[in-house]
């Protein structure tokens, strides 16, 4: 088993930027890729940012450019930076680690972008 525990969501103006923090327990060995997912009231969840155990990133679209998905084997944390932040940034954050045969979520944490 996994644990994740995000951390670092909060309310900022647009514009600003905000860091999340990722903490992985638990099974470490196991996790290869991680990633974040975002979900805004009324929407399904949607990716946001991917990076492999070797360091390669994959972003959508949506935050290319503004966003910067990052990992720390060693301490067992990811991170995403997040720069000029929109309102429709707006959402629960959800780190997200692919193990064996199965992925693991964290519970989230709350990013409010205001106009």
């Known amino acids: 088993q996994v644990q994740l525990v995000e951390s670092g969501g909060g309310l900022v103006q647009a514009g600003g930027s905000l860091r999340l923090s990722c903490a992985a327990s638990g099974s470490i060995f196991s996790i290869n890729a991680m990633g974040w997912h975002r979900q805004a009231p009324g929407n399904q969840r949607e990716w946001v940012a991917s990076?492999?155990?070797?360091?390669?990133?994959n972003y959508a679209d949506s935050v290319k450019g503004r966003f910067t998905i990052s990992r720390d084997s060693a301490k067992n944390t990811a991170w995403l930076q997040m720069n000029s932040l929109k309102p429709e940034d707006t959402g629960v954050y959800y780190c997200r680690a692919n193990g064996v045969g199965r992925s693991y979520w964290g519970q989230g944490t709350q990013v409010t972008v205001s106009s």
């Open positions: 990076i492999t155990s070797g360091g390669y990133t």
